[in-house]
């Protein structure tokens, strides 16, 4: 029985060790909860510490940046301001490079539909298309305008080409501009300049390829003293809006008109008392017709022919037609003609003009030939190969007009 009892007293002890070793570890956890709350407490506390301490120490730091900035020159923040966008601007360059070229590096022009189109090929279409005409415009704007300086002259021409175009189109004007591709009056005038300059190089071109020959053979041919003329007038009286057979019945009119007074003319009647009565040439019948002393290219083609066919005191016996009516002639002077030296500028000037008139590419064929003075080399071969055909259709169009 002793026995049984000291086991339960070891059972009994045992349990009570339990109970301390359970109470000892109750004890400890709740003083490693207190340990850990007040550790918390004291890190929260910490934290509000720190940060009051931040603040003051960048309340600080700001206020140093203020007197700092507020002891800058105005020139110092110019030029902080400039470096600052400069650096923005190079940010802003790169990001845009990287976002219009492709791995390649070719520039992007646009994209469509996971569909890249470059510069290159952009260039390459429009090679193809008209390459070589954008090419030579860009070379000839750079030869006329080193040739030829744009003179007040060429301005004021082309300002008043202008006026006389808005005159003319009126409320269509702004449509004429823009059917011939033209944006604005300033563009238009750098074209009519350019044109001017143009016609300076065909001039020139004509004047340095015409020989000596052709000069003697168009003064022996061509080149005649000054003569005088009186002339009676018969206009054709209809209107603008007259019909074929009312402008028919008028010429028929005046030519027998005209007629009749050649009829007076040779019964012995004077000319210059016709013309002061029946002559419609208001600025010259009240001087009997007087024309006063002209030359060649002065007059209309057929009265000049028909004036200068006559002898000094003789009238054309057949009425002259021109444009303005039926013409009575009369020469009254005749001029001895002048010496080929004296001539030479009038020569020049004569064939000049012929040229023009009788070959539409010569322009053409002037710029090709300064081109060739400033030694032009086009290394792209489509481009070259385009020029080189479109001279060779210019040449051969130029020799064939010029032998018809």
Same mark, same amino acid.
């Given at each position: 029985?002793?026995?049984?009892?000291? *086991?339960?007293?070891?059972?009994?002890?045992?349990?009570?060790?339990?109970?301390?070793?359970?109470?000892?570890?109750? &004890?400890? $956890?709740?003083?490693?909860?207190?340990?850990? &709350?007040?550790?918390?407490?004291?890190?929260?506390?910490?934290?509000?510490?720190?940060?009051?301490?931040?603040?003051? +120490?960048?309340?600080?730091? $700001?206020?140093?940046?203020?007197?700092?900035?507020?002891?800058?020159?105005?020139?110092?923040?110019?030029?902080?301001?400039?470096?600052?966008?400069?650096?923005?601007?190079?940010?802003?360059?790169?990001?845009? *490079?990287?976002?219009? +070229?492709?791995?390649?590096?070719?520039?992007?022009?646009?994209?469509?539909?996971? !569909?890249?189109?470059?510069?290159?090929?952009?260039?390459?279409?429009? %090679?193809?298309?008209?390459?070589?005409?954008?090419?030579?415009?860009?070379?000839?704007?750079?030869?006329?305008?080193? @040739?030829? !300086?744009?003179?007040?002259?060429?301005?004021?021409?082309?300002?008043? *080409?202008?006026? =006389?175009?808005?005159? =003319?189109?009126?409320?269509?004007?702004?449509?004429?501009?823009?059917?011939?591709?033209?944006?604005?009056?300033?563009?238009?005038?750098?074209?009519?300049?350019?044109?001017?300059?143009?016609?300076?190089?065909?001039?020139?071109?004509?004047?340095?390829?015409?020989?000596? %020959?052709?000069?003697?053979?168009?003064?022996?041919?061509?080149?005649?003293?000054?003569?005088?003329?009186?002339?009676?007038?018969?206009?054709?009286?209809?209107?603008?809006?007259? &019909?074929?057979?009312?402008?028919? @019945?008028?010429?028929?009119?005046?030519?027998?008109?005209?007629? @009749?007074?050649?009829? !007076?003319?040779?019964?012995?009647?004077?000319?210059?008392?016709?013309?002061?009565?029946?002559?419609?040439?208001?600025?010259?019948?009240?001087?009997?017709?007087?024309?006063?002393?002209?030359?060649?290219?002065?007059?209309?083609?057929?009265?000049?022919?028909?004036?200068?066919?006559?002898?000094?005191?003789?009238?054309?016996?057949?009425?002259? %037609?021109?444009?303005?009516?039926?013409?009575?002639?009369?020469?009254?002077?005749? +001029?001895? !003609?002048?010496?080929?030296?004296?001539?030479?500028?009038?020569?020049?000037?004569?064939?000049? @003009?012929?040229? +023009?008139?009788?070959?539409?590419?010569? $322009?053409?064929?002037?710029?090709?030939?300064?081109?060739?003075?400033?030694?032009?080399?086009?290394?792209?071969?489509?481009?070259? $190969?385009?020029?080189?055909?479109?001279?060779?259709?210019?040449?051969?169009?130029?020799?064939?007009?010029?032998?018809?």
């Amino acid at each position: 029985m002793a026995e049984k009892k000291d *086991t339960s007293a070891k059972k009994n002890t045992s349990k009570t060790a339990k109970n301390k070793v359970t109470t000892k570890k109750a &004890t400890n $956890s709740k003083k490693s909860v207190a340990k850990v &709350t007040a550790k918390k407490d004291t890190v929260k506390e910490e934290k509000v510490v720190d940060t009051y301490e931040v603040k003051l +120490k960048k309340e600080k730091k $700001s206020n140093k940046i203020v007197k700092w900035f507020n002891g800058l020159t105005l020139e110092q923040i110019v030029i902080g301001g400039v470096i600052l966008i400069a650096i923005l601007l190079i940010v802003l360059i790169c990001a845009a *490079t990287k976002n219009t +070229k492709t791995k390649n590096g070719d520039d992007i022009v646009v994209q469509v539909d996971g !569909k890249t189109i470059t510069a290159n090929d952009l260039y390459d279409a429009l %090679k193809e298309q008209n390459g070589y005409n954008v090419a030579i415009n860009m070379i000839d704007d750079y030869i006329l305008n080193k @040739e030829y !300086k744009t003179t007040d002259d060429m301005k004021k021409s082309a300002e008043a *080409t202008i006026e =006389t175009y808005k005159s =003319t189109y009126g409320d269509s004007y702004e449509s004429f501009l823009e059917y011939n591709g033209i944006s604005n009056d300033d563009e238009l005038k750098e074209l009519l300049i350019k044109n001017n300059k143009l016609t300076l190089v065909t001039e020139d071109y004509i004047k340095d390829n015409i020989t000596e %020959k052709e000069m003697k053979d168009y003064y022996e041919n061509n080149i005649y003293g000054d003569i005088s003329a009186k002339h009676i007038l018969i206009s054709f009286d209809y209107d603008d809006d007259a &019909t074929d057979e009312e402008k028919e @019945e008028a010429e028929e009119n005046a030519k027998k008109q005209a007629e @009749e007074i050649i009829e !007076k003319l040779k019964n012995g009647e004077d000319f210059s008392e016709l013309a002061k009565e029946y002559s419609t040439d208001e600025s010259s019948k009240e001087n009997g017709g007087d024309l006063g002393y002209f030359n060649t290219g002065d007059m209309v083609k057929e009265f000049e022919q028909a004036a200068y066919a006559l002898d000094v005191n003789e009238y054309t016996t057949e009425p002259v %037609k021109t444009t303005y009516g039926y013409h009575i002639i009369m020469k009254t002077g005749q +001029k001895e !003609k002048p010496s080929y030296e004296k001539s030479k500028d009038t020569i020049i000037e004569k064939l000049v @003009e012929e040229k +023009k008139n009788n070959d539409s590419t010569i $322009s053409v064929k002037a710029m090709i030939a300064l081109r060739e003075k400033y030694n032009i080399k086009i290394k792209d071969k489509t481009i070259k $190969s385009d020029y080189n055909s479109y001279i060779e259709e210019a040449t051969t169009t130029t020799t064939t007009t010029a032998s018809e």
